[in-house]
């Protein structure tokens, strides 16, 4: 713990000594100037790393020209609190366009209803919701399992740790992509749900939609498609000129999809859209109280009082990049997705996992790949670490496809894969906590890591 803190101090809590600390309020309140003194020097340190290219996914866009038109969004709908839907109608319009507009995208007709949540998250989790009351409703299933590929995201294991689901985690198979025979083998009668990853996070590979359609719709359950990720890249990724298996209502087993505005969609950080194939599904993810003493009460999502500037801005982006914007941006991320991959085929040593387009999950069998993250970022990259196997990955976004930038990440993994092959890199700090899951019980690391989590904010 000591040592893990020791090494994550410098890089998480660099403000410690440089920035002033405020633990209780300032007896009188500070000056506007100095406040936002503060947050310039914090934002500025920070800036840099995303502006360059040097960060995995985070920023998706980040020009100049797209913030600044987020401020202008901001300052019109800085107040507004999509609760109160007598004050703000207008959220009502924006919030139905959105989900129109991305159920047109995914091949969605007049049936398809869904919502604007906060993130990708809070739309897996409003799903996994909805099956496990529908199907307890319909088929009264009390003890609801929901089968997962490994590579499905995170959010999925909240969803089942928050609403009592079984997990039922199926292998990948050499192309990292969901072992269909063993998604058949997996359902019980209790099995409410299949995911399919479109593509998944940490190999950035498609899960065969089609084929676990065709399962769901046999079995009668409910099969989500995640694309939180490749939502607003996927539908112009022909268009674009790459083959990418279609993942929408078009397979008539897809009940469910997500997709991020806030990732691909090129909106700020705050929203997400959940569709369903119809309204029964759909009714199982509202939330209406009807005898509450502060009145009649309902949400479409699970926030109370929200920001409505997310939803706005979400709105707005989507009308100005449009169908022609999206093309664009989809054909620039997935050439120089298409670039990195060949490159690494040419350098010793280093290998891609599965056939992915623009998120790639590099590894190695002849080096700890732990010592090539290490390479990369002591070159200061920030990229990601992955398990089962070692490996890790880049999500590439539209920051990396400015001038130089895929050059240097590929001459940086090169330099790395060689100074690991002389031996200049011997260890990676952060590499025994990558190890400690497959060493420790799983309480232990749990603890381990709640405490780590625990002293950041703190
Ligand atoms: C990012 C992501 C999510 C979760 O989204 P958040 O917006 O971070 O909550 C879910 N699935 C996939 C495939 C993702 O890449």
């Known amino acids: 713990m000591d040592f893990i803190a020791g090494y994550m101090e410098k890089s998480l809590k660099p403000y410690k000594n440089s920035i002033e600390r405020f633990r209780k309020l300032p007896e009188k309140g500070l000056a506007k100037e100095k406040i936002l003194a503060i947050l310039s020097e914090m934002a500025s340190a920070e800036n840099k790393s995303w502006e360059e290219g040097r960060v995995s996914g985070a920023v998706y866009h980040g020009e100049e020209e797209l913030v600044s038109f987020l401020e202008k969004v901001h300052s019109i709908y800085s107040q507004c609190n999509p609760l109160h839907v007598d004050i703000w109608p207008s959220v009502l319009k924006l919030d139905s366009e959105i989900v129109a507009m991305c159920s047109s995208m995914m091949n969605g007709d007049e049936h398809v209803k869904g919502s604007v949540s906060s993130g990708g998250t809070e739309s897996i989790l409003l799903a996994m919701k909805t099956y496990r009351d529908y199907y307890r409703k319909k088929k009264g299933v009390m003890h609801p399992r929901v089968i997962l590929p490994k590579s499905a995201h995170v959010a999925f294991s909240k969803a089942c740790d928050y609403f009592e689901l079984e997990p039922v985690y199926v292998d990948l198979d050499e192309d990292f992509q969901v072992d269909v025979e063993k998604v058949k083998e997996a359902i019980t009668p209790d099995t409410i749900a299949l995911v399919g990853s479109a593509p998944c996070y940490p190999f950035g590979t498609y899960d065969p939609i089609e084929a676990l359609s065709d399962i769901a719709k046999e079995k009668g359950i409910g099969l989500h498609v995640d694309g939180c990720l490749g939502g607003f890249i996927t539908p112009w990724a022909k268009r674009a000129g790459y ?203 749990e603890l381990f890591m709640k405490n780590i989590v625990e002293w950041l904010y703190s």
Not at 252 to 258: E, F, M
Not at 331 to 342: F, P, Q, V
Not at 367 to 384: A, N, Q, T, V
Not at 397 to 403: I, S, V
């Open 243 to 445: 083959d990418v298996p279609e993942a929408n209502f078009h397979s008539q087993g897809v009940t469910s999809i997500s997709m991020d505005t806030h990732k691909y969609g090129f909106g700020p950080k705050g929203t997400s859209v959940i569709l369903y194939r119809d309204s029964e599904l759909f009714q199982h993810h509202l939330y209406v109280a009807t005898n509450w003493q502060g009145g009649i009460y309902f949400t479409p999502t699970m926030a109370g009082s929200r920001p409505g500037f997310p939803i706005a801005a979400a709105w707005a982006v989507m009308l100005m990049m449009g169908d022609q914007g999206y093309l664009e941006s989809a054909k620039k991320i997935l050439d120089t997705g298409d670039y990195i991959r060949r490159e690494i085929g040419r350098i010793d040593g280093l290998k891609v996992l599965g056939k992915p387009l623009w998120v790639i999950a590099i590894s190695s069998d002849r080096f700890d790949p732990y010592l090539i993250l290490e390479g990369m970022s002591r070159k200061k990259w920030m990229l990601s670490g992955l398990m089962n196997p070692p490996a890790f990955h880049i999500h590439l976004t539209l920051r990396h496809t400015k001038e130089g930038v895929k050059e240097s990440f590929v001459r940086d993994l090169k330099l790395s894969a060689e100074e690991v092959a002389k031996g200049k890199i011997e260890s990676a700090p952060l590499a025994p906590i990558y190890g400690l899951s497959s060493t420790l019980p799983k309480a232990d690391v």
